[in-house]
Structure formats: C-alpha cells, structure tokens
C-alpha cells in the first residue's frame, strides 16, 4: 500500500507560517485523496483540510478556513498544507492520509503518517 512521510513541522511564534509537506511512495498517489488531520494533546483527532485526486475539490475545517491552504503535485507524489497566521490552539501533531473515496472523517482513510509535531508559542 502507499506509505506517506510529513514533514515541515516546528516550533514557530503565534501569527508566523509553516508548510507541512507529505511524501508519498509505493502506490499511483495521483488516484487517491489525501487529507491532514491533527491531534491535540488529550483531544480527538481532527480534521484540518481534504483534497481530491484532482485537486479540483478541497475543503476546509471552519477553524483553519482562510489561514490554511492544502495542495499536490501528483508529479512530486506530494500533498502540501500551508499554514499562516498561526495560533497557539493550532498546536498539535498533525498526520496526513490517503483515502481512496473523498472524505472529510478520520474513519474513512485507510493509510496514515508518522506525523510532524507543530507548536506554536504566544
């Protein structure tokens, strides 16, 4: 199956950016969708942003809405997140993940990286 490797991840002051980058291997990535999810200490994991194969659909958590940008190049076999203006609540691990069907819930992707942690300080 695919296996994906995040990347970008760091400590960084509240209003700063980070881009979190995805590497996938071992599988045609351009055919499935991939999403980032994060998870706070002691809290659920969430979802923070999806995209399709195409890269024609993307959604967005209402709490990232307008500060965070997820994108692929199928070329690069790379999913991207683009985080700016962060915030301290931004903090957490934050794990991308294939999906052969779009979706938007954690239960619905089948493969999943290690994860790259992100703090951000005030």
């Known amino acids: 199956q695919v296996q994906l490797v995040e990347s970008g991840g760091g400590l960084v002051q509240a209003g700063g950016s980070l881009r979190l980058s995805c590497a996938a291997s071992?599988?045609?990535?351009?055919?499935?969708?991939m999403g980032w999810f994060r998870q706070a200490p002691g809290k659920e994991r969430e979802f923070v942003a999806a995209i399709s194969w195409s890269g024609g659909r993307t959604d967005y958590a209402d709490s990232v809405k307008g500060r965070f940008t997820i994108s692929r190049d199928n070329a690069k076999a790379t999913v991207y997140l683009q985080m700016n203006s962060l915030k301290p609540e931004d903090t957490a691990v934050y794990y991308c993940?294939?999906?052969?069907?779009?979706?938007?819930?954690?239960?619905?992707?089948?493969?999943w990286g290690q994860g790259t942690q992100v703090t951000v300080s005030s």
């Open positions: 071992g599988r045609t990535f351009s055919m499935y969708a």
């Open positions: 993940a294939a999906t052969p069907v779009y979706a938007t819930n954690h239960y619905q992707y089948h493969t």
